[in-house]
């Protein structure tokens, strides 16, 4: 069940979420070929958070998705948040990466 966001003393929603249990993933990057995540997010995420130690190319999709480097460039060391999927939206279950110049770990966190 999602949670709901905190408040402020104004009643104001914090963006804030917590780590989902179970929900950590880690994608090893390579330049040779797009790798994906071996267990599907939970249906009920709607939130990640990545972080990659290289600069990769990223995809989101179900099981059947791959990454070339005409996907979206996510930079190295940076740590982001992104939508996938909501009420309205379709849900993504899978993400591709593809290193894009050398080799290392993407770090996936689902969030609740």
């Known amino acids: 069940m999602p949670t709901l966001l905190p408040t402020d003393m104004d009643n104001n929603p914090i963006?804030?979420?917590?780590?989902?249990?179970?929900?950590?993933?880690t994608i090893a990057a390579t330049t040779s070929a797009p790798a994906t995540n071996a267990i599907a997010l939970n249906d009920d995420t709607r939130i990640i958070s990545i972080y990659s130690e290289v600069p990769i190319f990223i995809a989101l999709g179900d099981e059947s998705i791959t990454c070339t480097n005409a996907d979206h460039y996510f930079p190295a060391g940076l740590y982001y948040d992104i939508a996938i999927?909501?009420?309205?939206?379709?849900?993504a279950s899978h993400i591709a990466v593809l290193a894009a110049d050398i080799n290392g770990n993407v770090y996936i966190s689902e969030k609740e």
Not at 15 to 25: D, F, I, Q, S, V
Not at 85 to 91: D, L, Y
Request: aromatic letters at 0%; hydrophobic letters at 20%.
């Open 85 to 91: 999927g909501g009420e309205k939206t379709g849900h």
């Open 15 to 25: 963006p804030a979420m917590r780590l989902r249990n179970g929900g950590a993933h």
